[in-house]
Antibody
Framework: QVTLKESGPVLVEPTETLTLTCTVS??????????VSWIRQPPGKALEWLAH???????SCSTSLRSRLTISKDTSKSQVVLTMTNMDPVDTATYYC????????????WGQGTLVTVSS | DIQMTQSPSTLSASVGDRVTITCRAS??????LAWYQQKPGKAPKFLIY???SLESGVPSRFSGSGSGTEFTLTISSLQPDDFATYYC?????????FGQGTKVEIK
């Protein structure tokens, strides 16, 4: 069955770089049309799309966060990695990874999410 | 960037009510719209894609409609399990974007 699981630090200090890993199973990141996004949700607030990567290495990311975000994948490890530089307390949120196939559908499978708190 | 605006922000309803949530895009997104349901402390659940196609396993009381810039999610007869927050999301063009959410609460 398809699963995604986020991992990374629960606490980061302001100005640090956050690195989150999404480990997937039940599908291959090398399969045509496969893609994974990172999405975050500050406490009590709405979902915010951050970045996406497809199997062919096509990437895109949020306009407002472009200078701080990098998304990459390691197909052999079934992992998608998000790095976000210069973390600030406003970046405190639950970070989700989610699968989206190229084409018609939306985010059909989601990880459980990981809460990242930015504080000194 | 395309902005997604949902209305209302909060909706109070009773079990058995017909409920409609609206999502508007700041420019045309054709039918490239998805809907999600989220309960507190949980990841969103995928409901509808391409504006009106029901994801497998989603109850038929959920339906979606619209194209261009205006879309609706309708729950034909609200059930206790449906009290949650609902989000629309456009995937017509990058950057993809979510609406701000509509919370459906018990009246």
């Amino acid at each position: 069955q398809v699963t995604l699981k986020e991992s990374g630090p629960v606490l980061v200090e302001p100005t640090e770089t956050l690195t989150l890993t999404c480990t997937v199973s039940g599908f291959s990141l090398s399969n045509t049309r496969m893609g994974v996004s990172w999405i975050r949700q500050p406490p009590g607030k709405a979902l915010e799309w951050l970045a996406h990567i497809f199997s062919n290495d096509e990437k895109s990311c949020s306009t407002s966060l472009r200078s701080r975000l990098t998304i990459s994948k390691d197909t052999s490890k079934s992992q998608v990695v998000l790095t976000m530089t210069n973390m600030d307390p406003v970046d405190t949120a639950t970070y989700y990874c989610a699968r989206k196939l190229k084409g018609e559908g939306g985010f059909d499978y989601w990880g459980q999410g990981t809460l990242v708190t930015v504080s000194s | 960037d395309i902005q997604m605006t949902q209305s209302p922000s909060t909706l109070s309803a009773s079990v058995g009510d017909r409920v409609t949530i609206t999502c508007r895009a700041s420019q045309s997104i054709s039918s490239w719209l998805a809907w999600y349901q989220q309960k507190p402390g949980k990841a969103p659940k995928f409901l509808i894609y391409k504006a009106s196609s029901l994801e497998s396993g989603v109850p038929s009381r959920f339906s979606g409609s619209g194209s261009g810039t205006e879309f609706t999610l309708t729950i034909s007869s609200l059930q206790p399990d449906d009290f949650a927050t609902y989000y629309c999301q456009q995937y017509n063009s990058y950057p993809w974007a979510f609406g701000q959410g509509t919370k459906v609460e018990i009246k």
